[in-house]
């Protein structure tokens, strides 16, 4: 699923600054990294030493004929062989725990910062796009930060020595050998780059058949009713003919790129051959020394290849690492001033009283970035203990309403008063630490229900859970399932009713003992019955807390303390109900229209 | 070459192979001759090389002519290796797009009963990974092996036809390097399975923290969260940097082996040479062929291991080819129409308990009827049996006179217009969606129905109207917004018979009246059966019809069924009441 969030990727021009920051993240490991130019340079010394033993060994019996000493030969390869064998270990160990450490780090930083940014942040961000950046980019980042950087060196240092010692040995042989190099380094990168971007077509051409697959199982009936197979079926197959295309098309790349490397490197060898041969004829060179050029020159070319192809992945990976960065680097909006850090930091709270007593809004305005206005110039005093219901059509700014209290969001004009002081004088944890939110679409994690209810007050005991469940009305149907508190609740809750997770998530928030409960619509998928059971222990529960509730069921506004009637931002009306109905205005309105929705389901008195 | 269609349900990994003989067949042309070419690289050499010691050799008449033969050779494999690829890709990719193209068409065609039981991400992980793991293994694991038995295939006979005792001292190591390569990547398999593991944890831990991001925030539970993260991204990385660990002894001591087999060939060779046993020129050839075929063994242990994949993968898929679909009836030339009878029906999913039980009722063509009863009562069924979403057993169902069962499904559900409880919208845009309902609809139509179901006015504030896209990258419908469309499609078919299982139960009072007016309207037009949980569309119906625990309770018009004692009118009083309480509540308020 990640991939699909990854169609801006497009070739950028390498941006150095960019890559420095990330290089940090690597760089962060300096004993692995210094053990791993040791390590490098050992093993370009070894690769360098047998195409000479092998090329000194054959010009000694080619001189020689009878009488070579084969042991100092022995000693030689054996060394070369044992050595080399030690550092290859080495070179993946370094380049493996540099890779699987920096991975962790920048995922780890990511992470950090997800927690910390505002709800504003989210709003704009699809949870897709940000699994994307901290999986698939993460691991790009962190093969370039590793492997790249790893096989880059390896392969300067090889490339540097075997070309200084070409040079000092034969410098009309090397610079033949030289002069292919920047051809291969071309074309590589050519190539690369082309089958880079094939392979993200078929990438996304996969991910839309499984999304196909998908929509394909979950509309059966739909598609059955409707009689849809064939049209379906005719749109599958244009997409599934679409990934066949793109994985030729890549592969194809692939069968044209293999071999014209090897047969360049094939016209170097062969040039040698002629060339070197004719030295020989002329007496000035070794048939030994002939095959160890070409040795030499068939070392090159594996190099050549990494780094192009570490070249051409970085182009494309800038997006990544750009994306990446500015997640890492974003300031959050809402967070701790710094004036309160530094109370934190000196006297382990924001220095002001824990209780939550008045809240006041002072001609507190709203607007989302450049969007409309949504709540203006908004009064409002609750006291301590209150009960507020609020009502008004949906986009009227009750939710934002209730986000400005919570601090999702900041005011962008007025204030917002607990207990006189301004609520960004005080810490997030405070505020956090005391309430209790029930929202209309109630997220569970995976796990057990007993886990999910423990969200609330991580050391509570059983006990305590039960407890809260029963005032919240989802006791007996937890302990109806088969599994009682121990019934896994599946990716999102999804093994329970919408219903059901209201009422989890609403012992969640009991469980917690807030002092200041908030709920987004929160019981609006529960039957009657059941809804008169949590009103019950609702009222227990509120009992001496304050408390805004969203609703639409007229038994848990009629209830409420205050009634405000919220539109286009606006308090429109407020009071009691029977104050309100008395007025007979849109509350009024409202009721009468409302009453209707109150009608009893059918399923609820017949069920029983 | 065309792609042909993999007909029947049970093919092993050979038999879908087979479906693209001649492509692989070329392949393997392609690939031997490929080989052939690369392999007589150092023979040219050897002839080379010999001429040079002997003092033979000169420019124009040797060494040029080696060194274009050496390039032609090159040339010559790049184009094989070319078709060779090619080919291959050709092959595999068509080979798995007529399997995908046979696992969507089953998919569809496979009955409720079959969907009901298995699960939406099993299925769908069957299909996308499971037949890439087969595209892997038919697109490049194959080749691979072919590559490696290729490159020993063709170089024995070289080696040998050269020097006996040279060919064994090379080829000496070679098993103990493919033994330790296979033995090894046997063992880890386990570990690579484990890493993927907990990669699959780690971003599960993601995706719950994101989505559920707000809660974490509401209860101020962000260090929690964090440790849980880092516990998992710590799990994550010891795991996968274990397995480079592991990693980092095979290829260390896969090189040694690799390098002593070299070895061997240099000094035993040297020495040989030393003897006047065999010349310079076949030395280097040992150990040039040896250099060339000696480092694929290496990864083909990998590729072996994994080969095992591709059979579960394949048999993994056949489970889902092997299940029955629906039955196909003869189209006969009557169309679905007229009265529906049933008589005695019986009906129980799987063994359970009977939905419905000795169900008989009929329902005249052009009547609107409701159908009420509390969950699980068994409406939801009889319409499901009525679409033949399900086979009933026991029991008839006729219309217009003819057996269901002996209808052709796709006729009888072209005469439907169902509105599903839960409705599925595609991933295509608002007007794609409607269409469905019927596809030669004009925009004047869609619109129509759309006002219809009285979702015209949201449709036309989104951005792009009717164009706008439905879903993850599009707008996100509220249910009732899902109901509603759902509806107008329905309507937009204009069928025969029109079912709304209860698909009012998200849209607000003011929304049900408009809807319920607009089906007032075409009363008569269409037979329709309204599944209801509220009692305002009851009074829509010519009759109404009480379900309890699959049996028939009570049936009749609204003012019969009012008129006698039961739960009809022990609802009716429930909700008079309420209103009632509501009315004394408003007008107590005024006088007060």
Known sequence: ????????????????????????????????????????????????????????????????????????????????TFFLCIFIYGFILCAGKIRTHVSYDIRKDAFQQLQELSFSFYDTKPVGWLMARLTSDCNRLSNILAWGVMDFIWGMMLMATISTFMLIYNWKLALTILSVIPVLFVISVYFRKKILTTSRLVRKANSKLTASYNESILGVRTTKVFVRNEENLRDFDTLAEGMQNHSVHNAILSAVYLPIVLTLGSVAIAVILAQGGHYVTLGALSVGEVVMFIYYAQMFFAPVQELSAWFAELQMAQASAERVLSLIESEPEVRDTEKVLAKIAESGNDGHTAEIGRIEFEDVEFQYRSGPTIIEKMNLVIEAGQSIALVGATGGGKSTLVNLLCRFYEPTGGRILFDGIDYRERSLTWLQSNLGIVLQQPHLFSGRISDNIRYGKLEATQEEIEEASHLAGAHEFIMNLDHGYDTEVGEGGIQLSLGEKQLVSFARAVLKQPKLMVMDEATSSIDTETEKKIQKGLEKVLKGRTSIVIAHRLSTIRSADRILVIEKGKIMEQGTHSALIKAGGKYHDLYTEQSMRDIVRIDTVMGS | MSTEPIQSSNKTLWELIAYQKKRYLFAIAAMIIGTISLLSVPYVFKVTLDSLTSGQADLKTTLIPAALIIVGLNVLHGIFTYFRGKLTAEASESIVRSLRHELYKHLERLPCVFHDKSDTGDLVQRCSSDVETLRVFLATQVVEIARVALFFLIAMPIMFSQDFRMSLLSLSLVPVIVLVAILFFRKVRGLFQKVDEAEGKLTTVLQENLTGIRVVRAFGRGEFEMEKFLKRNGEFRELEFQLFKILSVYWSISDFLVFTQLGIVLIGGGYWVMQNQITIGTWILFWWLMRTIIWPIRHIGRVLADTGKATVAIDRIQEILKEKIESVEEVSDAPVEGEIVVRNLTYSYKEKQPVLTDLSLTIKKGETVAFLGPPGSGKSTLVNLLVRLYDYEEGSIQIGGHELKQLNRDSVRNAFGMVLQDPFLYSKTVRENVVVGRSSAADHEVEESAHAADIHSNIVDFEHGYETAVGERGVTLSGGQRQRLAIARALLKEPEFLVLDDSLSAVDTKTEAHILRSLAKRRGKHTTILIAHRLSSTRLADRIFVFDHGKLIQNGSHDELLSVKGPYQKLWNIQSDLEEEIEQDLSGAKKS
């Open chain 1, 1 to 80: 699923m990640n991939q699909e969030w990854n169609d801006d990727d497009l070739e950028q021009k390498v941006d150095l600054r960019l890559w420095k920051k990330l290089l940090q993240y690597t760089l962060k490991y300096r004993k692995t990294g210094t053990t791993f130019l040791f390590v490098a340079f050992g093993l370009a010394i070894c690769d360098l030493c047998f195409p000479l033993i092998t090329g000194n060994l054959i010009s000694e019996i080619e001189e020689k004929g009878g009488n070579v000493d084969f042991a100092p030969y022995l000693w030689m390869y054996g060394c070369a």
